[in-house]
């Protein structure tokens, strides 16, 4: 049986309380709190207390907002207009580590990625095709000269690619390349 321990009138107090009770296990933060935001309070939150859990409760029905949201820590975000259909079930899937995308969410953000698709206005990639096939290989554990082989490019060549990639992606060597390529899907661990 879950209770609710403290309330805090604004970012700094509620940051204030979760330093004083360790046994806290979710925040619920408010994106317009005063003094101190919610997106303030979940990153400083995130920093000093990274076990808890933070639901993001909100009036803004918007992506920025979202991503943000995301961005300072929090698993989920809840807009008021549904908070009583969907703030309990955000709180048991944050409690259980999992993310909570409240269900019109999901179609806003499909929607807008399609329209952004349409015009052009993508985020660029990361990293090239070329590079992405470099990666893959990486991983798999070949050579830069059987990488060259498969490619019908040079050794040097390759490790020029493995560098940018490197560098691309903030990562230091080949066992983080790996890791990488087995998050985002290239190989199966």
């Known amino acids: 049986m879950r209770s609710v321990v403290a309330e805090a009138d604004d970012g700094a107090d509620a940051v204030l309380r979760a330093r004083e009770d360790p046994g806290l296990d979710l925040a619920i933060l408010d994106i317009a709190m005063p003094r101190r935001t919610g997106l303030q309070a979940a990153r400083e939150l995130s ?3 990274p076990g808890l859990r933070i639901l993001m409760l909100t009036m803004y029905d918007n992506e920025q907002y979202f991503f943000e949201a995301l961005r300072a820590g929090a698993s989920g975000y809840v807009p008021k207009s549904v908070a009583d259909r969907d703030l309990v079930e955000a709180c048991r899937a944050a409690l259980r580590d999992e993310p909570f995308i409240y269900p019109g969410a999901g179609t806003t953000l499909i929607r807008t990625y399609l329209d952004r698709a349409r015009t052009g206005d993508l985020p660029a990639r990361p990293i090239t095709e070329r590079e992405e096939e470099n ?8 050579t ?21 990639l490197l560098r691309k992606l903030g ?19």
């Open 47 to 49: 920093r000093l207390r």
């Open 135 to 142: 990666l893959k290989l990486v991983a798999e554990g070949h």
């Open 144 to 164: 830069s000269k059987e990488i060259g082989d498969l490619l019908v490019i040079s050794a040097k060549t390759v490790e020029r690619h493995r560098a940018n």
């Open 171 to 189: 990562l230091r060597d080949r066992l983080e390349l790996t890791r990488y390529a087995i998050r985002v899907g290239l190989i199966e661990p």
